[in-house]
C-alpha cells in the first residue's frame, strides 16, 4: 500500500525486562543499530500518520537514540504497574483526526514494514473493529484497534496489555497470521542471537 493512513502507531517500550537480568534489550546493538532502533525503523516504513514511542525508565536515553526519527517519545511514570499504563499513555496522546492505533511491542523488531502494512490494509478494507495477529494458532499483539475502541483501552489495568478485548469483541476481529520469527518478542538471551541472524542476513 502507498500513503499514510489515519492510523496511528503506539510502539511500547516502556517495559521492565526482568528476564533479562540488567541487561536493557531495547538498547542492544545489532549492525548499526539497536533493537529499538530496528524496531522504529521497520514501524517509520510502514504507512502511519503519526508514530509514538511509550518510555519509562529510559525515557531520557531512548529520546536521545531517536532523535532523528520522526517519532514523539511519550514518558509513562506509571511504568512499574505493566504494558496497561503504557497502552492508556500512547492512546492519551493521540489526535482525534484518528481513526485507529497499532499497538506494538518495542522488542519485536522481525516484524516486516510488508507485514505492518498487511494489518493497516487488513483494517481499512474489512471495517472491523480489530485486526489482531495470530501465530500457532494463538491470537495476540501487534493488533490495530479502532477509535471506538479506545475508551476500552483507557480503562485497561495490569501488566496483560490488550489481551482481554480479543475475547470482549471476538466477533469483530480479523487476523493477520504471523511467521513464528516475526512474531517473535525478545524474552532471552537465545532471542537475541536469532534476531542478529535474521537481520544481519537481510
Known amino acids: 500500500m502507498n500513503g499514510r493512513t489515519e492510523i496511528a502507531a503506539v510502539v511500547l517500550a516502556a517495559g521492565l525486562s526482568r528476564r533479562m537480568g540488567s541487561q536493557d534489550k531495547l538498547l542492544t546493538n545489532i549492525g548499526s543499530r539497536t533493537i529499538l532502533q530496528w524496531t522504529v525503523k521497520h514501524v517509520l516504513e510502514s504507512c502511519f500518520e503519526e508514530v509514538?514511542?511509550?518510555?519509562?525508565?529510559?525515557?531520557?536515553a531512548y529520546t536521545e537514540l531517536l532523535k532523528a526519527d520522526d517519532v514523539t517519545v511519550l514518558h509513562n511514570r506509571d511504568?512499574?504497574?505493566?504494558m496497561a499504563s503504557s497502552i492508556r499513555a500512547g492512546v492519551a496522546a493521540l489526535g482525534r483526526h484518528v481513526s485507529g492505533a497499532m499497538i506494538l511491542l518495542a522488542d519485536q523488531p522481525l516484524l516486516a514494514p510488508a507485514t505492518i502494512n498487511r494489518f493497516l490494509q487488513t483494517f481499512l478494507s474489512k471495517k472491523v473493529?480489530?485486526?489482531?495477529?495470530?501465530?500457532g494458532g494463538r491470537i495476540s499483539g501487534p493488533?490495530?484497534?479502532c477509535k471506538s475502541l479506545f475508551s476500552d483501552?483507557?480503562?485497561?489495568?495490569?501488566?496483560?496489555?490488550?489481551?482481554?478485548?480479543?475475547?470482549?469483541?471476538?466477533?469483530?476481529?480479523?487476523?493477520?497470521?504471523?511467521?513464528?520469527?516475526?512474531?517473535?518478542?525478545?524474552?532471552?538471551?537465545?532471542?537475541?542471537r536469532l534476531v542478529r541472524q535474521r537481520l544481519q542476513e537481510a
Open 79 to 82: 511504568y512499574e504497574e505493566g
Open 153 to 192: 483501552l483507557l480503562q485497561l489495568r495490569g501488566d496483560i496489555g490488550a489481551r482481554q478485548l480479543f475475547s470482549k469483541y471476538q466477533n469483530e476481529i480479523q487476523v493477520v497470521e504471523l511467521c513464528p520469527e516475526e512474531a517473535l518478542d525478545i524474552d532471552a538471551p537465545e532471542d537475541i
Open 129 to 135: 473493529r480489530i485486526v489482531a495477529a495470530s501465530s
Open 143 to 145: 493488533a490495530i484497534f
Open 52 to 60: 509514538y514511542v511509550v518510555a519509562g525508565a529510559k525515557v531520557d
